[in-house]
């Protein structure tokens, strides 16, 4: 199987940095998409890697490590509206279907 | 910019009944995927299309099937609805590409707002 593992849960502080790691097994594996999720909304769209190394947009920050079947999605500044649940997704062997990740709820207190 | 539109949003059904759920695409995005997301769950695959032939199957029960038509839009129609059909289902849209950055291409794939099912 290509599994997606994700810490269930994660609380930080207004105004901290929170980092939300990812691993995934590497065979087949194409990129890494990071989604962002409030309750009974849709998956929003947030990041896709591909090559080595860390991008940023804005507050938001994603990583991967091919070799090492790792990625993480890094929150600076991090506001109440962030408080949500981010699913890390797998790319795989071309254009199948994403394999999502349990995702990860993050609830930020004041 | 456009995005995915579902419809309708909400619906409610009594077992045994059927349903036909929406999706059209974000304009010229070839590619449809249908999600099932229970409470507290990840989004579960159905099926996808591509160019209006299906081309991956999920864990889609045999009383649901789905279709994209010739302007893209696609249906996802359920049959002999169950309690356990209740679930928020996702339809999301993508434009296949030939790759990027040297490797093969997973495309984006774009969420609708979901249409949000209670079966009674």
């Known amino acids: 199987g290509q599994n997606i593992d994700q810490p269930t849960e994660m609380t930080a502080t207004e105004g901290a940095i929170v980092q939300i790691n990812c691993t995934y097994q590497t065979s087949g594996f194409n990129g890494l998409f990071w989604y962002q999720q409030h309750a009974g909304e849709a998956p929003t769209f947030l990041s896709y890697n591909v090559l080595d190394g860390l991008e940023e947009k804005g507050r938001f920050s994603s990583f991967l490590s091919r070799s090492k079947g790792y990625s993480y999605l890094l929150l600076k500044e991090l506001q109440m509206k962030d408080s949500a649940s981010y699913l890390c997704a797998g790319g795989f062997s071309g254009n199948t279907p994403l394999v999502f990740g349990k995702g990860t709820r993050l609830s930020v207190i004041a | 910019a456009a995005g995915v539109i579902q419809s309708p949003r909400h619906l409610i059904k009594e077992k045994r009944e059927t349903a036909t759920l929406k999706c059209y695409p974000i304009p010229r995005h070839d590619t449809v995927y249908w999600y099932q997301q229970g409470p507290g769950q990840d989004p579960q695959f159905l099926i996808s299309f591509y160019e209006k032939m299906q081309s991956d199957k999920g864990s889609i029960p045999d009383r649901f099937s789905a279709q994209q038509f010739s302007d893209y839009h696609s249906e996802l129609n359920m049959s002999s609805l169950e309690l356990g059909d209740s679930a928020l289902y996702f339809c999301?849209?993508?434009?296949?590409?030939?790759?990027?950055?040297?490797?093969?291409?997973?495309?984006?794939?774009?969420f609708g707002p979901g249409t949000r099912l209670t079966v009674l």
């Open positions: 999301a849209s993508s434009f296949r590409t030939s790759g990027t950055k040297g490797f093969p291409s997973t495309d984006t794939q774009y």
